[in-house]
């Protein structure tokens, strides 16, 4: 007969060490399943939300929202290298022509003459290429009491990324007035401006755009409106400020601009990228504390940004393809004095113009070729803040 050997204690089936293991992962499968189906929950919720930001996009303010922050940021960083977009070339369509120019309703009795903002002189393309048709020139396309209000000029962003356009928008403040609206997710909360363009608003509205980056860290700044502070507002933080008057100022915080009676409202992102008509010297060379943890200063990507010319005319850009230099640079070439990078990435970057209809919403047309948001984008709720401007009565 052969002999058996016992079993151990740590063998035999039962056993207190055994049941700790079984609940150990009884409790670690539960937690899993747990864990699931609340992100589950909340990643649909995301994916539900109102508005018309794309499923990427919702993803990752969702990953950003959850402590994800730094892979987002890796992630994009990934795409970019393997997307980068390509040189050479000329644009598809070449130059485009802005849609017929319509008077935005106003008030007949509302008085007119007063002294208007001088037309901004014709941009040049990129030094050591010859212009395309059109390129750089002036197109108007909204009128108020018989006055161009604003105008659209297009050019490429420098001498290599040839086939791509950026857009232009200069605004008259005399005839056009501005207003900061919130975002549903950023700011949040509940404010007097709407997160949407009304129906009413609709009926006199001839331009938006994008704001800043999100006010989780990224845009090293604050947000004040309506006499409400949704973030603390930073010392020497890149300030568009808006007045109770409607017109627009861009200046280092505390410096150039500050609080006062008349301030409507202020968005802080990141720090000046023009000062007195001089692109920032680190446009090339910052790091995160000067240009956000993106993809990088370097990186020609989709920008946008906005200033102020020395006779007050307000200038927004947006387009592909640009890197934080060649924004400050068209911003400086359009007579920006004071100016600061906005939003970056395609899902974005949001300029749009409109034409009123007789009845229903206006016309909505996007502001420059290959740009990724829907003109229309802002007839529904937006879940980041933006701005509008409006036909003065």
């Known amino acids: 007969m052969v002999a058996t050997s016992p079993r151990t204690s740590a063998q035999a089936p039962g056993t207190p060490r055994r049941r700790w293991w079984r609940r150990l992962l009884l409790i670690i499968l539960a937690a899993m399943v747990l864990f699931g189906s609340v992100v589950g929950v909340s990643v649909a919720g995301a994916l539900r939300a109102p508005g018309t930001d794309s499923v990427a996009a919702r993803l990752a303010e969702w ?60 941009l040049r393309p990129p030094a050591g290429i010859a212009p395309l048709p059109g390129e750089g020139q002036w197109e108007t396309l909204t009128t108020v009491h018989g006055q161009p209000a604003v105008r659209v000029a297009h050019l490429r962003p420098d001498r290599e990324h040839t086939s791509f356009l950026v857009g232009v928008l200069w605004l008259d403040p005399t005839l056009v007035r501005g207003q900061l609206h919130p975002g549903f997710l950023d700011p949040g909360g509940s404010w007097p401006a709407a997160t949407a363009l009304t129906p009413a608003e609709g009926r ?36 568009l400020v ?94 920006v004095v004071r100016g600061m990078e906005l939003d970056i990435n395609p899902n974005w970057v949001s300029g749009a113009y409109f034409h009123p209809m007789l009845s229903g919403p206006p016309e909505a047309f996007r ?11 802002y007839f529904s709720p937006s879940s980041r803040d933006w701005y509008a401007f409006y036909a003065r009565p």
């Open 63 to 122: 990953g950003r929202d959850h402590g994800f922050d730094g892979l987002i940021t890796w992630l994009e960083k990934q795409r970019y290298e393997r997307n980068r977009p390509p040189t050479g070339g000329v644009p598809v369509e070449g130059i485009p022509r802005a849609a017929a120019v319509p008077a935005a309703p106003t008030d007949p009795h509302a008085r007119a003459g007063a002294a208007h903002s001088p037309a901004p002189p014709p």
């Open 204 to 239: 006199t509205v001839v331009a938006v755009f994008n704001g800043g980056f999100r006010l989780n860290g990224a845009s090293h700044g604050g947000y004040f409106s309506d006499g409400r502070t949704a973030r603390p507002l930073v010392d020497g933080a890149a300030s």
């Open 367 to 377: 502001l420059f070729p290959g740009e990724r948001v829907a003109a229309e984008h």
């Open 242 to 335: 808006l007045r109770t008057d409607g017109t627009a100022t861009v200046g280092a915080w505390n410096r150039e601009v500050r609080m006062a009676p008349d301030v409507a409202s202020v968005r802080q992102n990141l720090v000046p990228l023009v000062d007195d008509g001089q692109v920032n010297p680190s446009c090339s060379s910052g790091g995160t504390a000067q240009w956000g943890s993106t993809v990088g200063q370097v990186a020609f990507i989709h920008r946008s940004g906005f200033g102020v010319t020395a006779t007050g005319g307000e200038v927004y850009v947006g387009g592909p393809a640009l890197s934080v230099c060649t924004l400050g640079q068209i911003l400086q070439a359009s007579g």
